[in-house]
């Protein structure tokens, strides 16, 4: 039965065929047993971790460090409880760089 | 900026948690998948919370097994973030969304923050979305993001520090791109060719 349950479960690149295997800090999970890594197919498929490296990898420091010294930035990042500042929403035309904010 | 955020969260007992749409995998992008991708890394690091193993067990006893529902991810979601003191989940390119994942997505990030009012928020995406994010989040921050000259050439000089020809540059043939890139910015609302590997997604 164990082996059953996840064979809808394909693990997909999330578009990131070539992205390199690199060990960073981001989320990367140790799994403790095979159980483990049965639990984390069977709650999602997707691993967005894959992208996020091939991310990393093609940015280079110098580009929109500027968001973090804005305003609206410090309003959500140290934002008070409630509803008001919760979303921060980078909006933008493709290929203007909204991905590689840092 | 997730990287600016997990630098902080060592600091901090705070979680950053991230999900990139993708047209190419729609799909099986459901909200369902997408709350439990964001789930899998808030609980992936500090062993598996006891609710989710039962959970999984009771889905295995089912012939063939079950997949989680969208409200049992949101429940085990729910119980995950109180455990920390703060969760950071950022979303990148809402518009690859399927439309009908957009709003249940956006419904579902809405009954996080009022359960757990500090979780924030951070979402990119096309402005056309912006009027679908503040049907949830009236009062969301927007920031439009436009490519500006000091990230294109900033860019540039990058790109042809790395030339794999360098005995085909020169200075004033390096100058001259810089300059008629930079010169035919204002033209474009997306840049040029040459500029496409960063400027991918």
């Known amino acids: 039965m164990a082996q059953t349950i996840n064979t809808n479960a394909v693990t997909y690149g999330d578009g990131n065929i070539n992205c390199p295997n690199i060990n960073n800090s981001y989320n990367t999970n140790i799994y403790q047993s095979d159980e483990d890594a049965q639990i984390m197919r069977w709650l999602s498929p997707l691993e967005p971790g894959n992208r996020h490296d091939s991310v990393r990898t093609g940015r280079f420091n110098g580009v929109r460090d500027w968001l973090l010294e804005t305003r609206q930035w410090r309003e959500w990042r140290g934002g008070e409880d409630g509803v008001d500042k919760v979303v921060l929403f980078c909006s933008g035309n493709p290929g203007v760089g909204k991905t590689y904010l840092r | 900026m997730i990287d600016t955020l997990c630098d902080q969260a060592k600091e901090e007992d705070l979680v950053v948690a991230c999900l990139y749409c993708d047209y ?5 992008q459901t ?3 997408m709350m439990g991708a964001i789930l899998k890394q808030l609980v992936g690091r500090g062993g598996i ?13 089912v012939v063939g097994g079950t997949r989680p529902l969208l409200e049992d991810q949101m429940r085990m979601l729910k ?20 439309p009908k994942n957009l709003l249940e997505l956006l419904e579902s990030l809405r009954d996080i923050s009022r ?16 009027e679908a994010i503040q049907r949830y989040f009236a009062k969301a921050i927007v920031i439009p993001i436009s490519p500006n000259q000091h990230d294109i050439r900033n860019y540039l000089e990058m790109r042809l520090d790395r ?3 360098p005995e085909a540059m020169n200075n004033d043939l390096r100058a001259d791109i810089v300059r008629s890139i930079l010169g035919n910015m204002s033209d474009m609302c997306v840049c040029v060719s040459p500029l496409s590997t960063m400027y991918t997604y």
């Open chain 2, 24 to 28: 190419r995998v729609q799909q099986d």
């Open chain 2, 79 to 98: 119980i995950a973030i109180a455990s920390f003191s703060q969760v950071f989940i950022c979303i990148d390119a809402l518009d690859e969304c399927l």
């Open chain 2, 163 to 165: 030339d794999d020809e």
């Open chain 2, 115 to 130: 359960e757990s009012p500090k979780t924030r928020i951070f979402l990119t995406g096309r402005p056309h979305v912006k």
């Open chain 2, 49 to 61: 919370p006891e609710d989710i193993r039962e959970a999984f067990q009771e889905a295995k006893k």
């Open chain 2, 31 to 33: 909200t369902t998948n």
